[in-house]
């Protein structure tokens, strides 16, 4: 096993959608480093304001579409395997964080991406 210790950063992986990291550190197997890795920082954000706690949920959001794939692929399975691995990736990064304020922001929009499809679901 790999320690990887972070001050201020989170690691967004991709592919099995394994995310590690927090302010104290975190652990990782060895098949999680074969995986797509995109490097969040935030200790230029202040988790305290609206603002910081937005521009964070984006970079993660952000980094999960890249390292996930192509969401708007034509071919319906990789959207769909993409889809699903960035909403894994961002829901384990936020975790990772561990700040209520970013856990209330990630649950705002997955409430609108519920509603909407729900919406959808009901024409």
Not at 64 to 91: F, I, N, P, Q, T
Not at 106 to 119: E, F, P, R
């Given at each position: 096993?790999?320690?990887?210790?972070?001050?201020?950063?989170?690691?967004?992986?991709?592919?099995?959608?394994?995310?590690?990291?927090?302010?104290?550190?975190?652990?990782?197997?060895?098949?999680?480093?074969?995986?797509?890795?995109?490097?969040?920082?935030?200790?230029?954000?202040?988790?305290?304001?609206?603002?910081?706690?937005?521009?964070?949920?984006?970079?993660?959001?952000?980094?999960?579409?890249?390292?996930?794939?192509?969401?708007?692929?034509?071919?319906?399975?990789?959207?769909?395997?993409?889809?699903a691995?960035?909403?894994?990736?961002?829901?384990?990064?936020?975790?990772?964080?561990n700040?209520?304020?970013?856990?209330?922001?990630?649950?705002?929009?997955?409430?609108?991406?519920?509603?909407?499809?729900?919406?959808?679901s009901?024409?």
């Amino acid at each position: 096993m790999k320690v990887i210790n972070y001050t201020k950063q989170i690691a967004v992986a991709g592919v099995a959608a394994v995310c590690f990291a927090s302010a104290m550190g975190a652990q990782a197997n060895d098949t999680a480093v074969d995986a797509p890795v995109r490097t969040v920082h935030y200790a230029d954000l202040n988790l305290n304001t609206p603002v910081g706690i937005k521009t964070l949920y984006n970079r993660i959001r952000s980094a999960a579409e890249l390292v996930c794939g192509d969401v708007y692929s034509r071919r319906l399975e990789e959207a769909e395997a993409a889809k699903a691995c960035v909403r894994h990736a961002v829901e384990a990064s936020v975790h990772s964080v561990n700040n209520v304020r970013l856990t209330q922001e990630y649950g705002t929009h997955m409430g609108a991406a519920k509603a909407s499809i729900n919406l959808a679901s009901a024409r």
